[in-house]
């Protein structure tokens, strides 16, 4: 045993050890010589491109790819031979291979020069890389549904950095927001926000990082949103935390809630003027119905007649009577028109156009200049916004609330009235909902007064506390409230007696087109 170590050969065993390594190769190993016939091919070589080693042996490398390399590939090493400059030859590529069935496929090649005694070879290493271009491929067209679904989504995605500023947006975000792509990658997503939100983002978000406490992020909730032109609209904004390998970005999915909003708003006033015209229907009913006007129309036709053919012949007591049956029978005549006048305030309303409340205050004034000479009343404003509102609606509320101060004025006291108007934010964040952004139109007066207990009765028809003391039919601040709340607001008082009345009516400054 000791002679057979002493006699082994040392560059056999070498040679052994490299043809076991070639042969057991999972990368094709294949060596060609300076006319680029084939020399050696390992099994794995022969296995990737579907021959037996002995087809491929002798002949040109060339059998091996797939045309334009195919008619080319003398012309590279005769060049490489004459310049040395390589295009592939110690730097390896992507390259295609044809298989024996025809099939080509993409591989990784690197070619090295070896120089032996007396001649120049080429070996190159082939690695399949079909598996993974395929999984590329996938990869690739997994992105790009994903980048699809989200170019075209209906919803704005933005994603964010962990400081706020915007990585992506999709064109639905762009459109939502009146901006450019690039107006908008880079900056600040609170850029996006209006006050107090735009302020505070920054500290949101650091909040949100130094405690982990969410207050939107996995949550969702209805915000505010500030377009390129100023304009607030509402949405609905959920967020998204995604963990990258060295990073966090934040996604939001921004949903316009506008025509919700809008819907909401809707059917609140609806409901709000169905309740009340339930119950004022009931009375409107009861008082107008055919039953009352003809005996009415009866009793003024034959007390009519009585005061022109037999009015002469009755006694002073007899013409007392007439008379008064007469100033009844009128009177209950108004009723039943103001009553009708009370239908007409939403069924028979124009239009909302932009109007100057001021304005509309001014005529009214205009208009009641005797009576207020005549009560030596004082009547003062401030300066009052413009709104969209029905203008004669407006003007019968200024004349009905005013006249209503000067009626019910103290015996020895002139009538002092203050009209002022004050903005008033009902839900914080939606300003650019119509019925969001309200105004209150305060009416104070010095007059009697009355008890608050006494509040919801005087805005119901034909209610009236001082029984026939004043004049009128009790229905003015019935049509008060009836406007209020086809503006989208309502009507109440503040008051006590001896100390004069306030009334605050409280309408929508804007409101939806039907």
């Given at each position: ?169 999709n064109p639905a975000a762009c459109k939502l927001f009146g901006y450019q792509p690039e ?139 007439v008379d008064r049956m007469l100033n009844a029978a009128s009177r209950m005549q108004n ?180």
């Open positions: 045993m000791s002679d057979n170590l002493q006699n082994s050969d040392p560059n056999l065993d070498t040679r052994s050890r490299l043809k076991a390594i070639i042969d057991t190769a999972i990368d094709g190993i294949i060596t060609i010589d300076r006319h680029g016939t084939i020399e050696t091919v390992n099994p794995a070589a022969a296995r990737i491109f579907g021959f037996d080693p002995d087809e491929m042996i002798g002949h040109n490398i060339r059998m091996l790819m797939p045309e334009p390399d195919k008619g080319l590939h003398d012309s590279y090493i005769k060049n490489y031979l004459t310049t040395g400059i390589g295009q592939i030859i110690g730097k390896g590529r992507e390259v295609q291979g044809k298989r024996k069935d025809g099939t080509v496929f993409p591989f990784l090649l690197s070619i090295s020069e070896v120089k032996l005694q007396d001649r120049i070879i080429f070996t190159g290493i082939v690695h399949d890389i079909t598996e993974l271009k395929r999984a590329e491929d996938a990869l690739r067209e997994s992105e790009n549904q994903i980048n699809s679904i989200i170019q075209t989504a209906v919803d704005g995605i933005i994603t964010i950095d962990m400081r706020g500023k915007m990585e992506m947006v107006e908008m990658i880079g900056n600040n997503v609170s850029m996006l926000m209006p006050e107090p939100d735009h302020s505070l983002h920054d500290n949101y978000l650091y909040h949100y990082h130094q405690t982990g406490e969410k207050r939107i992020i996995g949550i969702g909730r209805e915000v505010s949103g500030l377009k390129k032109d100023k304009t607030i609209f509402p949405l609905y904004l959920s967020i998204s935390e995604v963990q990258l390998s060295d990073r966090k970005v934040y996604t939001g999915f921004v949903h316009d809630i506008t025509q919700q909003k809008l819907s909401e708003e809707r059917l609140r006033r609806y409901a709000a003027e169905l309740e009340r015209s339930n119950r004022e229907l009931q009375d409107f009913a009861y008082v107008s119905s055919h039953d009352l006007q003809e005996p009415l129309r009866k009793i003024q036709a034959f007390g009519d007649r009585l005061k022109t053919k037999e009015y002469n012949t009755l006694s002073d007591q007899g013409k007392d009577y009723l039943i028109n103001d009553l009708l006048d009370f239908s007409r305030v939403a069924s028979k309303s124009k239009p909302f156009v932009k109007i100057s409340l001021e304005t509309v205050l001014q005529e009214v004034l205009s208009d009641l200049e005797v009576s207020i000479e005549n009560s030596h009343a004082t009547v003062t404003y401030e300066a009052l916004p413009e709104i969209q509102a029905d203008p004669l609606q407006m003007r019968q509320l200024f004349q009905n609330l005013v006249s209503n101060a000067i009626k019910f004025k103290k015996e020895n006291e002139a009538p002092r009235i203050h009209i002022y108007a004050r903005d008033v934010q009902a839900r914080a964040h939606l300003t650019s909902t119509p019925g969001d952004e309200l105004l209150q139109i305060y009416v104070q007066d010095n007059g009697i007064g009355f008890e608050e207990k006494y509040l919801d009765r005087i805005f119901n028809i034909f209610q009236r506390l001082e029984g026939q003391k004043y004049e009128g039919s009790g229905i003015g601040l019935a049509v008060c409230r009836k406007i209020a709340i086809h503006h989208g607001g309502d009507i109440t008082a503040q008051s006590k007696p001896g100390e004069g009345t306030t009334f605050i009516i409280t309408i929508a400054k804007q409101h939806f087109k039907d």
